[in-house]
């Protein structure tokens, strides 16, 4: 079994500067970390890599000190990891990103064997689209889990897998057939602590680095800015809220009575819009 985990470095979100003139995130002097939700999406693909047996190759595209994030995803486990870099994908959107990530998969599936499953993080916390992984899903014609709260059981002999997905109305138990793409949610697991060989040999092993040309991309005017439609009109702090909270006395009767009286005496509008949206039930 081959599994493949995209993970994205991003920067330390207390830490985020926009450059005022491309609307872009600057990096430079910032401290970068894995992407949070990614390690949720590592610590899926381990699992099963150690339950079933197979490989788990990490892949992330970004500069080169990107390496850093990638030898952290070794020591945890991870067997391979891959960096996708070139001066060509620097300020790509969703969509360009996209297609590199699916260009260097298809890559990766030529030169270590097709994978099963991809598995990527819900979002990134730099972007939060959610993007990237059904995107990466729909360049590689892949079967798509998303939100996936649980990953349940692995049938390699059948080539299907379960999953339990979190959704408005509950969780959705689903079963979907090899290959295909998972994006894993928030507090789906934990991320395991590496064990010294595992530290050890993410030190001395050799981190696998390709450019636009290594990874076989044929149209450099879909990656980077000039692949890239979207377009940042204005980026903005929040305003911080000049109310304060309040406290709330409750007397003889029940809490939540005098917590809803409360609420309306404050939103008096709320109450009528209530009232109205009752009415027409």
């Excluded at 401290?31 to 490989?55: H, M, Q, S, V």
């Excluded at 602590?193 to 990874?215: H, I």
């Amino acid at each position: 079994m081959h599994i493949i985990v995209c993970i994205k470095q991003v920067p330390d979100s207390a830490q985020i500067r926009v450059h005022p003139v491309t609307n872009t995130i600057m990096r430079q002097g910032v401290p970068t970390i894995i992407n949070p939700y990614d390690l949720f999406a590592l610590e899926a693909a381990l699992a099963l890599r150690d339950k079933l047996g197979g490989e788990v190759t990490v892949l992330t595209m970004g500069p080169p000190s990107a390496e850093d994030s990638l030898r952290k995803a070794l020591t945890f486990g991870a067997d391979r990891a891959v960096l996708l870099t070139d001066r060509f994908f620097a300020g790509a959107d969703t969509l360009a990103t996209t297609y590199a990530l699916a260009t260097a998969i298809r890559k990766i599936n030529d030169v270590y064997g097709a994978a099963d499953i991809v598995f990527t993080g819900k979002q990134t916390i730099d972007g939060d689209t959610a993007q990237v992984g059904p995107g990466i899903a729909k360049r590689l014609g892949l079967l798509q889990l998303t939100y996936v709260s649980k990953v349940g059981s692995l049938d390699l002999t059948a080539r299907t897998i379960d999953v339990e997905r979190r959704s408005e109305g509950g969780v959705q138990v689903l079963r979907t057939r090899l290959p295909c793409l998972v994006t894993m949610l928030e507090a789906s697991n934990e991320i395991r602590r590496g064990t010294m060989a595992d530290a050890l040999r993410a030190a001395r092993a050799e981190v696998v680095k390709w450019s636009a040309q290594d990874a076989g991309v044929e149209d450099i005017s879909k990656c980077g800015l000039r692949g890239s439609p979207t377009i940042v009109k204005r980026v903005f702090a929040p305003p911080a809220r000049a109310e304060r909270a309040s406290m709330v006395e409750f007397g003889q009767e029940p809490p939540a009575d005098a917590l809803i009286k409360a609420i309306f005496a404050r939103q008096p509008k709320l109450e009528a819009d209530l009232a109205e949206l009752a009415r027409g039930y």
